[in-house]
């Protein structure tokens, strides 16, 4: 089974920018449905964005999040420009198994890293 690692969390203003990255323990590309997923204190995962043969993002981030592969390396980042307030998060890389089918959903996925948190305050 897939092992993942999440890096790149930390604080940052409104208007900043933070690259998470999520390493996987083996190679994901066209194998399995790569997510970025948050979480914040007393509210529901969400999906963030997703990527298989091409990415997909939820309407929150369009436009200021990126999510690549680099599959030389296994990793999964996501880039995240134009923070807010409301971006405050813990952040989660996920996997499973073959395309992508409703890929901002939480529930079809079976692999979790840790999560890292994210924190956009002034």
């Known amino acids: 089974q897939v092992q993942l690692v999440e890096s790149g969390g930390g604080s940052v203003q409104p208007g900043g920018s933070l690259r998470l990255s999520c390493a996987a323990s083996?190679?994901?590309?066209?194998?399995?449905?790569m997510g970025w997923f948050r979480q914040a204190p007393g509210k529901e995962r969400e999906g963030v964005a997703a990527f298989y043969i091409g990415p997909g993002y939820s309407d929150s981030v369009k436009g200021r999040f990126t999510i690549s592969q680099d599959n030389a390396k296994n990793t999964l980042s996501l880039q995240m420009n134009s923070l807010k307030p409301e971006d405050t998060a813990m952040y989660y890389c996920?996997?499973?198994?073959?395309?992508?089918?409703?890929?901002?959903?939480?529930?079809?996925?079976?692999?979790w890293g840790q999560g890292t948190q994210v924190t956009v305050s002034s």
């Open positions: 083996e190679y994901t590309y066209r194998r399995y449905c």
């Open positions: 996920a996997a499973r198994w073959g395309p992508c089918s409703d890929p901002l959903l939480p529930g079809g996925y079976n692999y």
